[in-house]
C-alpha cells in the first residue's frame, strides 16, 4: 500500500540571490484540504507555468528522493522539490498520464511531468540544477483534481495505474525541446487524459502533417 509520508504548503517569499517571489519553499504541515484548482493556502506565484486545472497538485515519490540521496551525497527532506504531496510506495518514474492517486475522499488523476525552472534551481541552490535534473529524469508528476477533499500525512493511499496506453512521466520529460516528436508517439499520447495544453500541441502537431 503506498503511503502519504508529507502534505506540504509554501508562502510567497524571496531566496536569496533570487528575485522573483516563489512558492517553491513549502513546510510539511499534518493537513490540507485540496480543492479543483490546488491546496488552500498554498501559494502559487508563476501561474503562467505552474498552476491551473490540469497542475493543480504536484506530486514527488520517496523512491526518487532516496535516489537523489545518494546523488547528492546527504538526505532531502519531503518538500524540498516543492511538491504539494510526497507519496512512498510507488516507484516515480513508472508513474503514467491517467494513473490516479484516492487519499481518502480525494482523487487526483496524474495529467504531466514537471518540467525543470530557474526558480528551482535557485532553490537547490546548484546553477546546473535543471540540467541535472532533466539528465536524471525523475520529474514527478502533476495532477488534476477529480474529487476534493482533505489530506492527511500518514495516510494510505490507494494507487490506481491507467488501464489505457501508458504513457510515462519519464517518456514526456525526456522530449521536453525535442522539435520532431514521432507522429506515433503523439497519437498514443492523445488517447489518455493528458494535460490539455499538450493535447492542443499534439493535435495541432499531427494536423500539419497532413
Same mark, same amino acid.
Given at each position: 500500500?503506498?503511503?502519504? !509520508?508529507?502534505? &506540504? !504548503? ?9 528575485? /522573483?517571489?516563489?512558492?517553491? %519553499?513549502? +513546510? ?8 479543483? !484548482? ?8 508563476? $501561474? ?31 518538500? +524540498? ?8 510506495? %510507488?516507484?516515480?518514474? &513508472?508513474?503514467?498520464?491517467? *494513473? ?6 480525494? %482523487? ?18 546548484? #546553477?546546473?540544477?535543471? $540540467? ?27 494507487? $490506481? ?14 522530449? *521536453?525541446? %525535442?522539435?520532431?516528436?514521432? /507522429?506515433?508517439?503523439? $497519437?498514443?499520447?492523445? +488517447?489518455? #487524459? ?14 500539419? !502533417?497532413?
Amino acid at each position: 500500500m503506498a503511503r502519504l !509520508l508529507s502534505v &506540504n !504548503l509554501g508562502t510567497a517569499q524571496h531566496i536569496a540571490g533570487y528575485k /522573483p517571489l516563489t512558492g517553491i %519553499v513549502k +513546510t510539511p504541515v499534518d493537513s490540507a484540504r485540496i480543492d479543483r !484548482l490546488g491546496m488552500a493556502g498554498d501559494a502559487i506565484c508563476d $501561474r503562467k507555468h505552474h498552476g491551473g486545472a490540469d497542475q493543480a497538485i504536484y506530486l514527488y515519490f520517496a523512491d526518487d528522493y532516496l535516489w537523489w540521496a545518494t546523488e547528492l551525497s546527504r538526505a532531502i527532506e519531503p518538500g +524540498t522539490f516543492g511538491e504539494n504531496l510526497t507519496i512512498s510506495g %510507488v516507484e516515480g518514474r &513508472n508513474i503514467a498520464i491517467g *494513473d490516479r492517486f484516492e487519499l481518502g475522499e480525494t %482523487v487526483l488523476e496524474v495529467t504531466y511531468h514537471r518540467t525543470p525552472c530557474m526558480t528551482f534551481a535557485a532553490r537547490m541552490g546548484d #546553477p546546473m540544477w535543471v $540540467r541535472k535534473f532533466h539528465r536524471a529524469n525523475r520529474p514527478g508528476a502533476y495532477c488534476r483534481v477529480l474529487t476534493p477533499g482533505t489530506v492527511q500525512a500518514g495516510m494510505d493511499v490507494d494507487y $490506481r495505474p491507467y488501464e489505457g496506453e501508458r504513457v510515462t512521466v519519464s517518456d514526456l520529460m525526456a522530449l *521536453d525541446g %525535442v522539435k520532431d516528436i514521432d /507522429p506515433a508517439f503523439m $497519437r498514443r499520447a492523445l +488517447t489518455t #487524459p493528458i494535460r490539455e495544453k499538450t493535447r492542443f500541441k499534439y493535435e495541432t502537431r499531427l494536423a500539419d !502533417l497532413f
